[in-house]
């Protein structure tokens, strides 16, 4: 049974931190790339962060390059998703995801987690 679990939101002021973490099970990791993506009310699902589990490989959305990183524990197949300097804007709900190889496309993800809430606000 795939299983994708986030955890680590919270609220916290513009200009801060927070650490999401999406730990998976129940599939071939090593075939396959996890992503971060987002979605804030009325507005699409957007892509954050993905990085491929084999190489390591990274990309990132131009609206949290230089702020957000993610990376990954192969031996707790957990990947992370390290959040600074926080803004309003980063206000939504998170969610993390596994494709067949990495991807930047929503359509390319076919298991996805409950979601995790991250508001910024003062």
């Known amino acids: 049974q795939v299983r994708l679990v986030e955890s680590g939101g919270g609220s916290v002021q513009p200009g801060g931190s927070l650490r999401l973490s999406c730990e998976a099970s129940?599939?071939?990791?090593?075939?396959?790339?996890i992503g971060w993506f987002r979605q804030a009310p009325g507005k699409e699902r957007e892509f954050v962060a993905s990085i491929g589990w084999a190489d390591g490989s990274t990309f990132y959305g131009d609206s949290v390059k230089g702020r957000f990183t993610i990376s990954r524990d192969n031996a707790k197949n957990t990947v992370f998703l390290q959040m600074n300097s926080l803004k309003p804007e980063d206000t939504a709900v998170y969610y993390c995801?596994?494709?067949?190889?990495?991807?930047?496309?929503?359509?390319?993800?076919?298991?996805w987690g409950q979601g995790t809430q991250v508001t910024v606000s003062s």
């Open positions: 129940g599939f071939a990791l090593e075939h396959h790339g």
């Open positions: 995801a596994a494709a067949v190889g990495v991807s930047s496309w929503r359509d390319d993800y076919s298991y």
